[in-house]
Every structure is written in structure tokens, then in C-alpha cells.
């Protein structure tokens, strides 16, 4: 398997029902893509069980190659913490994740860009004597830049404040190379309801998702593609 389809609903201004797709694939030998339970993948939603994309599991910095389509990346911080994230398309945030919460009150987050193509999410284990794991983003196709006033960036590269962006390449598609790298996207319902990203080293962000399905807000994902 290696081309999937985010299915995302959301709420415009207003409380304007919207929705987009978003496309992501893995480049065929950098990376893969499964269901745990191992089970044959087959065309259309997943109803149930997670999906893991992943780096190659040997060697232990294999690169995982990643392709998006349909949406850009805004990164949020305030006074040196990061926030969360979102996927993001023609100024309107189409699913968020924050790293925020009172089950993860023991971490905290930062967010480093430095050099210009390369994005360093850190996080500190304030109960294991801040002991940081990390995730580096590459990016191999679009570009990266402020997204708005009040954006502020320390010469070590941290981002203090502000918000920064991973913009989509002219075609459309955006392109990024992580190493030795995990996530895990949990399925109920047809629904995505969590997400775990994982580095060399360990855990990097465990991010929910909350149950707004009342309001008509979901997120799905269904296979479009798989190897032969």
C-alpha cells in the first residue's frame, strides 16, 4: 500500500460546513505504509484498526519519503512552545492537532527551523529530566516561510513566535523526507481519532483528535492505491 486519502470536514467562519481531500503517498523504497492488524488492504474507507506509516526498518536512519497533496502545514507557537499544527488549505485550518492538553502536561514542545529547509519538532520529558526526542521534516519540494505578522526566530533557529508554514510547490504537491521515523494514525468508526509520531529515540507527540462528528467535523482515510 502506498496512497491513501485524508477525507476531512470542517467548519468554515460562521459554521459553514466545508470539506477537502488530501492526498498522501509514500515514494516506492523510502518508507511503507500497512494496517495493524496486518490484513490485506483493500479500496475504500477503513472502518477499523491503525495505520502506520514508517520508515524502513533497516537501517535504523532509513528515510521515509513522503508526498501531500491538497493541503500546506502551519506550525503555531507562542513564547518559544509549540502549539500544534494543522493542515491548511486557501486560509482555512482543515484538521488540527495540539500539543496541548492535561495528559500531557509533563511536555513540552519546540519548534526549530534551521537551515531553510529543514523543520526540528523537539520535545522535553520534564518527568525523565527533560529528555528530549525529535523529528526532522526536509523539505525536498515547496517551500517554508512566516505564516503571518508577529513571526520571530531566534538565530539558534527556534522559533519564538508566530507561525510558520510548509507551502505547497506551484503543482500543487508537497514533498517531505524524514529519517528513521513512525507514525500511527488510529481508526474507529470510519473516523481517525489519534495520531503518534515516533523519532529514533522514541516517542515525539501523542496528538488527539476530539469527537466532533456531533457537528459534522470528521476525518477519514481511505486506501486508493496498493502494491502489487
Known sequence: MDKILLGLTYLRPGQFPASR??????????????????????????????????????????????????????????????????????????????????YRAAFRYKLFWVPENRITVRRFNSLDGDRETHLSLNVLKGSVGAGGPGFEKLASGEV?????????AADGELKLQLHGARMEWDVAGGTIVG?????????????NLFDHSGAGVTASVSVLDTLP
Open 195 to 207: 495520531l503518534r509520531a515516533y523519532g529514533s529515540r522514541g516517542a515525539v507527540g501523542h496528538f
Open 21 to 102: 481531500d488530501v492526498e498522501l503517498s509514500v515514494t516506492p523504497g523510502e518508507g511503507s505504509m500497512l494496517l495493524d492488524p496486518n490484513t490485506p488492504p483493500a479500496l475504500g474507507t477503513l472502518q477499523q484498526g491503525r495505520l502506520v506509516i514508517a520508515s524502513e526498518s533497516f537501517p535504523r536512519f532509513a528515510p521515509l519519503t513522503l508526498t501531500l497533496a491538497g493541503a500546506d502545514l502551519r506550525f503555531s507557537t507562542r513564547n518559544g512552545r509549540l502549539l500544534g499544527f494543522t493542515l491548511r488549505d486557501r486560509g482555512e485550518d482543515c484538521l488540527k492537532l495540539s500539543c496541548r492538553g492535561i
Open 160 to 168: 519564538r513566535w508566530g507561525s510558520l508554514e510548509i507551502r505547497r
